[in-house]
T-cell receptor
Framework: GDSVTQMEGPVTLSEEAFLTINCTYT??????LFWYVQYPGEGLQLLLK?????DKGSNKGFEATYRKETTSFHLEKGSVQVSDSAVYFC??????????FGKGTTLSVSS | GAVVSQHPSWVICKSGTSVKIECRSL??????MFWYRQFPKQSLMLMAT?????????EQGVEKDKFLINHASLTLSTLTVTSAHPEDSSFYIC????????????FGSGTQLSVL
């Protein structure tokens, strides 16, 4: 079945460092891809998404490009802030069905 | 933006008791709600899908008699963990899909259940 694999954490960075969180997927058809973020004490929030190959999702300085040839959707940010500390989940779904999540990657940014 | 309220945010109960978790869509009608479970350092695993007014569809391996899901209205779904045991201790989170809005999913803040 469909699945999502994302890099193990935790990821620890200094403020203004470059961030990459790898995400690859296995799916039949053409899924939509998502990154969700969960800040401490809060619920999951959609960070960005891409619905077809070569689409780039972006939000709050984060970007991810839907790469069909490598079945990847890596999350990047050029300069992280302390406020970006959170758990990040890569996810996919097909045709509006329930999301399938990766295990989550904890990001900790220090000043 | 759309808000999903999940309550309680955490609960501690004795083994053998039942616990009810509520998930409400506050400003939209949720034709479909999903219930997930997350073990520490694990992915969120879909437990069941519920559509308003019909029986929930459970994922393989999820006991429907243990995890009772009710979606009686377009704004409320409940998950009841019956006769809870310590192995049911987990983080439960709901999400709601706004009717007619395709892939727009909104998540509750989750419920941490600890069964003693």
């Amino acid at each position: 079945g469909d699945s999502v694999t994302q890099m193990e954490g935790p990821v620890t960075l200094s403020e203004e460092a470059f961030l990459t969180i790898n995400c690859t997927y296995t799916a039949t058809g053409y899924p939509s891809l998502f990154w969700y973020v969960q800040y401490p004490g809060e619920g999951l929030q959609l960070l960005l998404k891409a619905t077809k190959a070569d689409d780039k999702g972006s939000n709050k300085g984060f970007e991810a490009t839907y790469r069909k040839e490598t079945t990847s959707f890596h999350l990047e940010k050029g300069s992280v802030q302390v406020s970006d500390s959170a758990v990040y989940f890569c996810a996919l779904n097909q045709a509006g069905t329930a999301l399938i999540f990766g295990k989550g990657t904890t990001l900790s940014v220090s000043s | 933006g759309a808000v999903v309220s999940q309550h309680p945010s955490w609960v501690i109960c004795k083994s053998g008791t039942s616990v009810k978790i509520e998930c409400r869509s506050l400003d939209f009608q949720a034709t479909t709600m999903f219930w997930y479970r997350q073990f520490p350092k694990q992915s969120l695993m879909l437990m069941a899908t519920s559509n308003e007014g019909s029986k929930a569809t459970y994922e393989q391996g999820v006991e429907k008699d243990k995890f009772l899901i009710n979606h009686a209205s377009l704004t409320l779904s409940t998950l009841t963990v019956t006769s809870a045991h310590p192995e049911d201790s987990s983080f439960y989170i709901c999400s709601a899909r706004e009717g007619g809005k395709g892939e727009k999913l909104f998540f509750g803040s989750g419920t941490q259940l600890s069964v003693l």
